[in-house]
């Protein structure tokens, strides 16, 4: 039977009633790769797998949680939504408001979002406004605005994000039999590891799954609140999707590592920028930079002997690399140039 979507494939682990419509862009059903070049490059000894959630209709992981979150407004008599982002919320959410055929409004920081995810939510048809200021602040004003003008947020305040976020640690579990030993993520407004704590341990409390991983969340060093026990006034960091300094589930991911024996930590924007390289070089896969601030803490963790030997490992990649053109372009080299001769060609070709 061909895929349906999170809401019908997961609905009885969704608090949606029967008769709710699924406003669904067949999202979901992402794959689970194997890599084993990548675990190689980092001298990782177990399985280690990435969850590609770019493959999501909207290139990120946010497409989990916005059909459950636009579903239900809908269902409500919701005519249209609000959020504040960095890009894959205001891509994601213009593009189920669509299917919907309600309306978007959507707040941004002015120059901190990345083009590809902008570009996105503009197509869509979504009402954009950039604030002089920071995601945190567009937050405030969004919260706010939906106060006075009855009007749904759909950020990962909305409760319904979280829980269609939690539908990928199913669809992990239901691949590989089990849970992994670890899995590692990006943390940025950390709705993402909150929901994926929830996943397992929803699973774990249904008992078909025996035991729990532990969760590895990863801030960039310029928006690392939850490591730094304090709210970052100015966030920065290349990693525009987690270039964020007062987490909205900022107690969901303490809990999640906490209850889990897991971590949160930051890495370098240096370190996440070698890892995006490597995991593009090793695997094929080209993933934003916030993605790779999971496989930069393992990296890390790697190096420093601090994970198990043949542990199962699960790192979530959050959004496609064609989000933030930007980065890619600006890390390229312009390739030498030559005549039009097959000898010259093969000469710069080094073959």
Same mark, same amino acid.
């Given at each position: 039977?061909?895929?349906?979507?999170?809401?019908?494939?997961?609905?009885?682990?969704?608090?949606?009633?029967?008769?709710?419509?699924?406003?669904?862009?067949?999202?979901?059903?992402?794959?689970?790769? &194997?890599?084993?070049?990548?675990?190689?490059?980092?001298?990782?000894?177990?399985?280690?797998?990435?969850?590609?959630?770019?493959?999501?209709?909207?290139?990120?992981?946010? &497409?989990?949680?916005?059909?459950?979150?636009?579903?239900?407004?809908?269902?409500? %008599?919701?005519?249209?939504?609000?959020?504040?982002?960095?890009?894959?919320?205001?891509?994601?959410?213009?593009?189920?408001?669509?299917?919907?055929?309600?309306?978007?409004?959507?707040?941004?920081?002015?120059?901190?979002?990345?083009?590809?995810?902008?570009? /996105?939510?503009?197509?869509?048809?979504?009402?954009?406004?950039?604030?002089?200021?920071?995601?945190?602040?567009?937050?405030?004003?969004?919260?706010?605005?939906?106060?006075?003008?009855?009007?749904?947020?759909?950020?990962?305040?909305?409760?319904?994000?979280?829980?269609?976020?939690?539908?990928?640690?199913?669809?992990?579990?239901?691949?590989?039999?089990?849970?992994?030993?670890?899995?590692?993520?990006?943390?940025?407004?950390?709705?993402?590891?909150?929901?994926?704590?929830? %996943?397992? /341990?929803?699973?774990?409390?249904?008992?078909?799954?025996?035991?729990?991983?532990?969760?590895?969340?990863? /801030?960039?060093?310029?928006?690392?609140?939850?490591?730094?026990?304090?709210?970052?006034?100015?966030?920065?960091?290349?990693?525009?999707?987690?270039?964020?300094?007062?987490?909205?589930?900022?107690?969901?991911?303490?809990?999640?590592? &906490?209850?889990?024996?897991?971590?949160?930590?930051?890495?370098?924007?240096?370190?996440?920028? /070698?890892?995006?390289?490597?995991?593009?070089?090793?695997?094929?896969?080209?993933?934003?930079?916030?993605?790779?601030?999971?496989?930069?803490?393992?990296?890390?963790?790697?190096?420093?002997?601090?994970?198990?030997?043949?542990?199962?490992?699960?790192?979530?990649?959050?959004?496609?690399?064609?989000?933030?053109?930007?980065?890619?372009?600006?890390?390229?080299?312009?390739?030498?140039?030559?005549?039009?001769?097959?000898?010259?060609?093969?000469?710069?070709?080094?073959?």
């Amino acid at each position: 039977m061909s895929w349906r979507g999170v809401i019908e494939e997961f609905r009885s682990h969704l608090p949606l009633d029967a008769n709710v419509e699924a406003i669904t862009l067949l999202e979901g059903g992402t794959p689970l790769i &194997d890599a084993p070049r990548l675990a190689e490059a980092l001298s990782i000894s177990g399985k280690l797998y990435l969850k590609y959630e770019a493959a999501n209709p909207t290139g990120s992981f946010k &497409d989990r949680g916005m059909t459950v979150a636009i579903s239900a407004a809908v269902a409500n %008599g919701a005519d249209a939504v609000i959020c504040a982002s960095t890009g894959n919320t205001s891509a994601s959410a213009a593009a189920y408001a669509a299917r919907a055929g309600i309306n978007a409004f959507v707040v941004i920081p002015e120059g901190k979002v990345a083009l590809g995810k902008l570009s /996105q939510a503009m197509a869509h048809g979504a009402t954009v406004v950039s604030i002089d200021g920071g995601f945190d602040e567009a937050l405030e004003i969004v919260t706010e605005l939906a106060r006075q003008c009855s009007i749904i947020v759909v950020n990962s305040i909305n409760p319904f994000r979280i829980q269609g976020q939690k539908t990928a640690a199913f669809e992990i579990c239901n691949e590989l039999g089990q849970a992994p030993d670890y899995h590692f993520l990006p943390v940025g407004n950390a709705g993402n590891i909150t929901a994926y704590w929830m %996943g397992y /341990q929803e699973y774990h409390k249904s008992k078909l799954i025996g035991s729990l991983p532990r969760m590895m969340g990863f /801030q960039a060093d310029g928006a690392a609140p939850i490591v730094l026990h304090r709210i970052v006034p100015d966030p920065d960091t290349v990693a525009t999707a987690i270039r964020i300094g007062n987490p909205a589930s900022w107690k969901g991911a303490e809990r999640a590592r &906490d209850e889990s024996g897991g971590v949160i930590e930051s890495v370098t924007d240096d370190e996440i920028l /070698q890892a995006y390289g490597i995991l593009a070089r090793t695997e094929g896969i080209f993933a934003e930079p916030a993605s790779a601030a999971g496989i930069a803490g393992l990296k890390k963790l790697g190096e420093l002997g601090r994970l198990a030997a043949s542990a199962t490992i699960v790192c979530t990649l959050t959004g496609h690399g064609l989000k933030d053109p930007t980065t890619a372009t600006s890390l390229a080299v312009s390739p030498p140039t030559a005549p039009p001769k097959v000898e010259a060609v093969r000469e710069l070709l080094g073959i």
